[in-house]
């Protein structure tokens, strides 16, 4: 028997090398991990700087808050602590009850007369027409908001100099 030199279709292919594949897996989970905790990070930062808002027409009596810049519609507020310096206190929150249709500006000064003002005074312990360091400043619904039958008024106390308040303007036998 003579040998017969083998033929290079018998010779089977050396054996590829794959890549370690715990290597690949560790890299992504290290990815997804940076990103999950960019995203944990990001979170947190705006929960800390919106920590304080509130929704304006969730004020309620009694709390304090600084009034936001512009004239557009108001939809949240930044509370204070009533010792630390604020622009505003709530002292009256109510409903309009003066006709089912929007409130124009004099319908509302109708409504402040008759429901916030005698407020004021409850609060404070100090009449309105008197009171030289402080005013009336009130939230009142957005046409969509009216809409949607809100008639909430929230009622707020701000200093008529506009300087800070450093405490609460309740009357100590207020109610």
Same mark, same amino acid.
């Not at 990103?35 to 947190?44: D, E, R, S, T």
């Not at 600084?66 to 507020?77: L, N, Q, R, Y």
């Not at 509302?108 to 003002?117: E, F, K, N, T």
């Given at each position: 028997?003579? +040998? ?5 279709? +018998? ?25 999950? #905790? ?9 929960? !800390? ?8 027409? %969730?004020?309620?009596? #009694?709390?304090?808050?600084? /009034?936001?810049? #512009? ?5 949240t507020v ?8 604020? %622009?505003? /206190? ?7 009850? /003066?006709?089912? +249709? ?17 407020? !004021?005074?409850?609060y404070t ?7 030289? %360091? ?15 039958? +809100? ?9 008529? %100099? ?11 036998t207020g109610?």
């Amino acid at each position: 028997m003579t +040998d017969t030199p083998s033929t290079p279709a +018998d010779i089977p292919p050396p054996p590829v090398e794959t890549p370690a594949a715990p290597a690949a897996k560790r890299s992504d989970k290290l990815r997804l991990a940076l990103i999950l #905790g960019g995203i944990v990070a990001f979170l947190a930062i705006v929960l !800390f700087l919106v920590r304080d808002n509130q929704s304006a027409g %969730d004020l309620a009596v #009694g709390t304090c808050f600084d /009034e936001p810049a #512009g004239d557009a519609d108001i939809s949240t507020v930044t509370r204070q602590e009533c010792i630390e310096a604020h %622009d505003a /206190e709530v002292f009256h929150v109510g409903e309009y009850t /003066e006709g089912s +249709d929007y409130p124009i500006s004099l319908a509302l000064d109708r409504y402040l007369d008759g429901a916030c003002v005698p407020a !004021f005074a409850t609060y404070t312990g100090e009449d309105f027409d008197t009171s030289e %360091d402080l005013t009336i400043g009130y939230f009142y619904p957005s046409r969509d908001g009216w809409d949607s039958g +809100d008639r909430t008024v929230t009622c707020y106390i701000v200093r008529s %100099d506009e300087a800070k308040l450093t405490e609460s303007v309740k009357a100590a036998t207020g109610s």
